[in-house]
């Protein structure tokens, strides 16, 4: 065993990821046999759709929850940003979160927690129990905290993420690979769970995503090569979920939740692309590699997903626009994005200003406008695409903020639940004050 500590008996709440999985995939699987322990899970608790954060990113998503505050006040907006002085991509980490997790939160209230694969935990922190990181972890012992759960993953030949690679190589590698990687995390989890002292356990599945995105288009194709592959996945998935949930006590809070829910893409949308059109962009480049070939002139760009930021003389080093300016130029770039149409449809459902969803010490540094689409659109910050539309690659599925999943095992109130109540929830349930963050307890 990894370090057990005896303690005496207190509270305990354990939280399962599915990542990218949506509400309304987890009801049909229960309807359609596919899934029979979720069907049972459901009809002794609460599952109901949960909205994720904006924009509708893993990064954004599970650092909201972690924390059980807003991205204003934790400040991870993405998965990439750009230096404001030289414009070179720059990648946030666990470092760059503001705000403390529920897990340090819980430490300080003497409670000890096994964190298991939560995206956006890279580098593994010290805190009172072990932890390893979730995906972008780029390698296994700075993923690891401490050094024996380094020992005991490298031992079992722990794998941090599928190789998506494979799926554009290989379809078939691909798929052994999602289920050899899920095979290792489930018994990692479950060792874990039943070998440490823990008053908090939270562990995160990330093949779910993985498997969305490529294979999408295989859920309601019968004639998919990876359809039964699909299918028999979520068996798997709910036979681990099954025999986890019958480890836990009686009478102790189980929460699945995802990050965001999932739909078939239409089109990619390259909103560069069309910040040029509309004669906001431009580069000193004909193909640039980066937004260091930022022209000087320029008055805004966007990053994935969907943030615009306005190029501000006091923010950027090279920024040309004046705060006399700013309100006009958001006003205008909102009007046009909203007048955005692909064969007749509106590709753009809302445009938030910063502040109508934000708020905290982390507001300067937000988007100045996050763009929500309409379903089926991928919107994209690539910088190297030439033409508005494109048809997605290799991704035959991508985000939605609707539609992600909230489950606990007993009565609990699902009023439009946000993703930012998840880890406020986890906390009430242990006892511990929730004051002075941003949700409201579910339970």
């Not at 592959?229 to 986890?244: A, K, N, P, R, V």
């Not at 007993?410 to 946000?418: M, N």
Request: hydrophobic share 35%.
């Amino acid at each position: 065993m990894l370090g057990r500590l005896f303690k005496k008996k207190s509270k305990k709440v354990v939280v399962l990821g599915l990542d990218g999985v949506p509400c309304s995939l987890l009801n049909r699987f229960a309807d359609e046999g596919i899934m029979p322990n979720m069907a049972r899970l459901r009809q002794g608790g609460t599952l109901c759709s949960m909205t994720a954060s904006i924009p509708e990113v893993s990064s954004t998503s599970w650092s909201t929850f972690m924390t059980g505050v807003n991205p204003g006040r934790h400040g991870i907006y993405g998965f990439m940003e750009v230096d404001r002085n030289n414009y070179s991509w720059r990648f946030p980490n666990f470092n760059d979160l503001k705000s403390r997790t529920i897990w340090e939160i819980a430490g300080d209230n003497g409670k000890r927690s096994i964190v298991v694969n939560i995206p956006s935990t890279y580098p593994a922190k010290p805190l009172n129990g072990m932890l390893v990181s979730g995906f972008v972890a780029l390698d296994l012992r700075n993923a690891s905290y401490p050094d024996a759960m380094y020992r005991y993953l490298s031992r079992i030949g722990y794998r941090l993420d599928v190789n998506a690679g494979k799926a554009v190589e290989s379809v078939d590698e691909f798929t052994n690979d999602i289920i050899r990687t899920f095979r290792k995390r489930v018994e990692a989890i479950n060792y874990l769970y039943d070998s440490e002292e823990w008053d908090l356990f939270i562990a995160a599945i990330t093949e779910t995503d993985r498997l969305h995105h490529y294979l999408w288009a295989a859920l309601d194709d019968t004639s998919h090569p990876q359809h039964e592959f699909l299918i028999s996945f979520y068996q798997e998935l709910d036979s681990f979920i099954g025999s986890f949930y019958e480890k836990i006590d009686s009478g102790m809070p189980f929460i699945m939740l995802s990050d965001h829910g999932f739909t078939a893409i239409k089109r990619e949308v390259y909103l560069n692309v069309y910040l040029k059109e509309k004669g906001y962009l431009s580069f000193n480049k004909k193909e640039p590699e980066s937004f260091e070939a930022l022209d000087s002139g320029s008055k805004a760009f966007v990053l994935d997903p969907s943030r615009v930021y306005i190029h501000l003389k006091d923010k950027f080093s090279r920024g040309c626009v004046d705060r006399e300016n700013y309100e006009d130029l958001r006003n205008a770039i909102r009007e046009d994005l909203l007048l955005l149409q692909i064969d007749g449809e509106r590709v753009i459902r809302d445009v938030f200003f910063k502040e109508e969803i934000y708020n905290g010490k982390c507001l300067p540094e937000a988007p100045d406008l996050i763009v929500l689409p309409t379903e089926g659109y991928d919107l994209k910050g690539s910088i190297r695409k030439n033409e508005l539309i494109g048809r997605g690659g290799p991704f035959t599925g991508g985000h939605t903020r609707d539609n992600a999943v909230f489950y606990i095992n007993r009565p609990a109130g699902c009023d439009a639940p946000d993703i930012v109540d998840a880890g406020v929830t986890v906390l009430k349930l242990l006892d511990i004050d929730t004051d002075g963050l941003d949700g409201k307890p579910l339970v």
